[in-house]
């Protein structure tokens, strides 16, 4: 293009980015991990500071958009390394800690394992080495605009980010909470509603009525906080800009990876396509029931969430202490209440092996089949083990569901999870109930009545809150009155919660 006609905005390279996760774990097992991709840049953009936590340029901290990340593509076989330097470091610290070289997947996706650390948090850096697969190069050098391309350049740090080590006998909490509809405003029961999250800048993206203080709180009180999004993976730059702006430390940040769902189907039409026999044993019916049952099951899990939140609810907790203590926190807009249900059912080894497969690949939850056997293999796995680490160990003390809905309702709730699990796999008290709350005020008083907040944090959450609107309510005193009555506090710790906004 010639200069004269170039646009000021427009992308002229591409950077090459490694996304990573975050994550918790022990001593001797915890995680690096995450995703490398290609994004396209501005020369302003360029020219620019980056922050590599956020995988931004300073200038767009406060304006990018999701949609700007949907044509970021990933990097097959990535050759990488990584660093790991204390979280407050000396810029001329040498590294604790280098790893292998180890390469990001066909998907783009990286994961190696740090061991031998203390206790504490840790910052990570990593390094591009190479690229391994022949048909990426050969794409770099296609789309190569110039010899001073950014896209070919190696040995350069692509990434950086933190991760936290618990004591083996860490016995305290990890707090795990969705996104939209929990923590966010989002209004996701509409397809307008869904498409403006991909325009929304940070700024634009709004917490619930005092989300972000209780998150605030929560981080402070010193316990590791994940985020688990059915969102698609592009909008994580978006959602690490937003912590930061709201200076929500995050432990992790886990998001769905769409792209997956296609490359899925399309490895496995490759691989049926070459073993036809093989396929074709259990007749022409049985081929034709098991291809549909595949293609529906995965154009269903686009939207489901029973599958992938499952599973990245196992992965994450390989990595934690035995006897950590778990908050979840959903919402009733899904199936955030049957997932953190069944999630404590097969840490209790009620449901494994060829069984929980079975299981998984006829569950119908909301009358829709999400779940692939590939799938359901895989959460097979990871359950195993999970119970070969841990044990029958149920770490899971609190379910708190967020009623962004009317319906279901806390009676609802336990009649849809009842009737989705099979037949005596499981008994309330030894599986935690999920309580349905309303809002951040409702989070807040589980928080306080557990133990998890003192009564000065729950009045900075109730500041942040007060005179606030949810849905058509004002948030006033007679509004947590109501919420009280339905609380199961004792009548006089009640008193006490009303003494602490006077």
Not at 119 to 139: E, F, K, M, N
Not at 366 to 388: C, F, P, V
Request: glycine fraction near 6%; hydrophobic fraction near 40%; proline fraction near 5%.
């Amino acid at each position: 293009m010639p200069e004269e006609n170039k646009q000021p905005d427009a992308p002229v390279d591409k950077k090459r980015l490694a996304l990573v996760e975050g994550t918790c774990g022990v001593p001797d097992r915890v995680a690096i991990r995450g995703q490398v991709v290609d994004i396209p840049v501005t020369e302003k953009e360029i020219k620019s500071d980056w922050d590599m936590f956020l995988g931004l340029p300073r200038i767009a901290k406060l304006t990018v958009r999701p949609l700007q990340d949907v044509g970021m593509n990933g990097v097959r076989r990535a050759r990488l390394q990584a660093e790991v330097f204390p979280e407050k470091r000396d810029g001329m610290s040498p590294p604790l800690w280098v790893s292998d070289q180890f390469a990001s997947n066909d998907n783009s996706f990286f994961n190696t394992t740090v061991s031998k650390l203390s206790p504490g948090v840790y910052a990570t850096r990593v390094i591009l080495r190479g690229i391994d697969s022949l048909r990426q190069s050969l794409a770099d050098i296609a789309f190569m605009p110039s010899r001073a391309s950014i896209t070919l350049k190696k040995d350069i740090i692509i990434g950086e980010g933190k991760f936290r080590v618990l004591p083996t006998d860490y016995t305290g909490w990890i707090i795990t909470s969705d996104i939209d509809q929990t923590f966010l405003d989002t209004k996701i029961e509409s397809r307008s509603g869904l498409m403006q999250t991909l325009f929304e800048m940070p700024p634009e993206k709004r917490p619930l009525p005092g989300m972000a203080e209780l998150m605030r709180q929560v981080a402070k009180a010193g316990m590791p906080l994940h985020f688990l999004s059915a969102s698609p993976h592009f909008f994580r730059r978006s959602f690490n800009s937003l912590f930061e702006l709201h200076h929500i430390p995050v432990t992790g940040l886990r998001l769905k990876y769409l792209q997956g769902v296609f490359e899925e189907a399309r490895r496995k039409i490759f691989e049926t396509a070459f073993h036809i026999n093989d396929y074709l044993q259990a007749g022409i019916g049985g081929a034709v029931d098991r291809s549909a049952k595949f293609l529906i099951s995965s154009v269903q899990s686009l939207f489901d969430q029973v599958g992938y939140k499952l599973e990245t609810l196992l992965d994450n907790r390989l990595m934690q202490p035995t006897g950590a203590r778990e908050v979840l926190m959903g919402d009733n807009t899904e199936s955030d209440h049957f997932i953190f249900t069944l999630y404590q059912v097969l840490l209790t080894g009620r449901l494994r092996d060829d069984q929980l497969v079975d299981y998984l690949y006829h569950l119908k939850f909301h009358g829709r089949e999400a779940l692939t056997r590939d799938y359901s293999i895989r959460i097979a796995k990871l359950t195993t083990q999970n119970l070969q680490i841990h044990g029958k160990i149920n770490p899971v003390e609190y379910v708190w569901i967020n009623q962004a809905n009317e319906s279901p309702d806390g009676p609802e709730v336990e009649r849809l999870i009842v009737e989705a699990l099979p037949e005596n796999a499981f008994k309330w008290g030894t599986i935690k109930k999920p309580f349905v709350v309303r809002g951040a005020v409702g989070f807040a008083l589980h928080f306080l009545d557990a133990g998890l907040l003192t009564s000065d944090q729950f009045r900075e959450v109730w500041k942040n809150l007060e005179g606030a609107k949810l849905g058509q309510r004002v948030l006033d005193r007679a509004f947590l009155e109501e919420v009280l009555k339905t609380f199961p506090f004792q009548k006089e710790n009640a008193q006490k919660v009303l003494s602490y906004i006077s």
